[in-house]
């Protein structure tokens, strides 16, 4: 008994506030074991899906969780992940908006054993939260990840003011109340897919996201130790300048951006950023 706890004290001890710290790449090799890791990605950046695919390569996860995957996709994997181009096709990667595949390739391969989970959510679900809220567009077990209580009122505005300036100050404030619902139902489903994982493969998990759905704090580890404590979370986020104060991740990588991205503003008409 004691030799199983000592791990799992450690996990702990890791996963505290008091243990958050920035990382190098390097320390990818040597992960403490926990139940779940969520692995945080800037998406258009290939330094930080060289990363990820560095850490499953050590971690060898039984389940992979992917935000970029609605379960057609999934299902539609062929049998060889490494033909880069029927995964892609599979996937419908490009129709579907995500950045150059081959970057996520390796992704797919570098846990060849790890048996792969859906964490996207359809889009008409996703309208039915900015319409309706997430507990709604959720269902069954909404209260369990915290879409039933609303946001504290200052947390509720941070979010809100986020969200508007990662849109580029380009929509109605007003309507950042209901994105604010989309991202709290994304959170959930990546959140319950991880656990459903965990339950079903016995785990490790590892999920693939954005570093905003890694939060600690309102992301997918907050969603999991509230769903079920026992768990396990590790979360490293990837970031591409220097953070001001602690960035709300147990583990930090902060790599250079990329250089050819262009103004990521235009899309919206805008040129704040």
């Known amino acids: 008994m004691i030799h199983r706890l000592i791990p799992a004290l ?5 996963c505290s506030a008091a243990a958050a710290r920035e990382i190098a790449p390097e320390a990818l090799d040597s992960l403490p074991m926990v139940d779940v890791f969520v692995l945080g990605e800037v998406h258009d950046n290939p330094a930080h899906h060289r990363n990820q695919a560095r850490a499953l390569r050590a971690i060898a996860p039984a389940a992979l969780v992917f935000e970029m995957l609605q379960q057609a996709q999934v299902d539609a994997l062929p049998d060889d992940l490494t ?3 029927a995964v892609e096709a599979a996937t419908q990667w490009e129709a579907r908006g995500w ?6 390739h390796p992704l797919f391969t570098a846990a060849p054993e790890a048996r792969i989970y859906a964490g996207d959510v359809p889009r008409p679900v996703v309208v039915q939260a900015l319409r309706e809220g997430a507990a709604v567009a959720f269902g069954d077990g909404a209260a369990q990840f915290g879409l039933t209580t609303p946001y504290p009122p200052e947390v509720q ?3 809100e003011a986020d969200l508007l300036a990662a849109h580029c100050f380009a929509m109605p404030p007003e309507a950042m109340g209901s994105m604010v619902e989309a991202q709290r ?5 990546l959140a319950q897919a991880a656990l459903r994982a965990l339950e ?3 785990g490790p998990v ?3 996201t954005g570093v905003e759905h890694a939060r600690t704090d309102i992301g997918v580890p907050a969603l999991i130790r ?3 404590p026992g768990v396990t979370v590790l979360s490293i986020g990837q970031v591409e300048r220097a953070p001001t104060g602690r960035p709300p991740h147990h583990l930090w990588i902060v790599t250079d951006g990329v250089a050819d991205r262009g103004d990521p503003c235009a899309a919206f008409g805008s040129t704040e950023g």
């Open 226 to 228: 509230q769903a079920q």
């Open 206 to 208: 590892v999920v693939i």
């Open 157 to 159: 505005k941070e979010r």
């Open 99 to 104: 950045p150059d595949f081959s970057m996520y």
């Open 83 to 85: 033909d880069a181009a």
């Open 185 to 189: 139902l994304r959170d959930a489903v």
């Open 10 to 14: 450690l996990a702990l001890h890791l």
């Open 200 to 202: 079903e493969t016995g």
